[in-house]
């Protein structure tokens, strides 16, 4: 059973900071993609970052220049680091594992930014 953990999430003043966390725990092949994606409210769940199991990264136009992502394959975890951030990154942040032509997901973490 594959199980994604998120935590650092919470509530931040706009220009400021936060770093997400998602620990993935059970038996997965090590070829895989890690990332995020967030639903604004009232919003379709939309991509934030991906990055592969050797390194590669996606982001989504709207945090290039703002947010990275990176990852630590001994200890299967994948981090998103904010910065910058504003009112419109206000979302609930999904951590994702791609792997085996399976999709898993985390339970979501808020972030809210205040203006």
């Known amino acids: 059973q594959v199980q994604l953990v998120e935590s650092g999430g919470g509530l931040v003043q706009a220009g400021g900071s936060l770093r997400l966390s998602c620990a993935a725990s059970?038996?997965?092949?090590?070829?895989?993609?890690m990332g995020w994606y967030r639903q604004p409210p009232g919003k379709q769940r939309e991509l934030v970052a991906v990055i592969t199991s050797g390194g590669i990264t996606n982001f989504a136009d709207s945090v290039k220049g703002r947010f990275t992502i990176s990852r630590d394959n001994a200890k299967n975890t994948v981090y998103l680091q904010m910065n910058s951030l504003n009112p419109e990154d206000t979302a609930v942040y999904f951590c994702?594992?791609?792997?085996?032509?399976?999709?898993?997901w985390g339970q979501g973490t808020q972030v809210t930014v205040s203006s």
């Open positions: 059970g038996s997965f092949f090590s070829i895989n993609v």
């Open positions: 994702h594992l791609g792997v085996s032509g399976y999709n898993y």
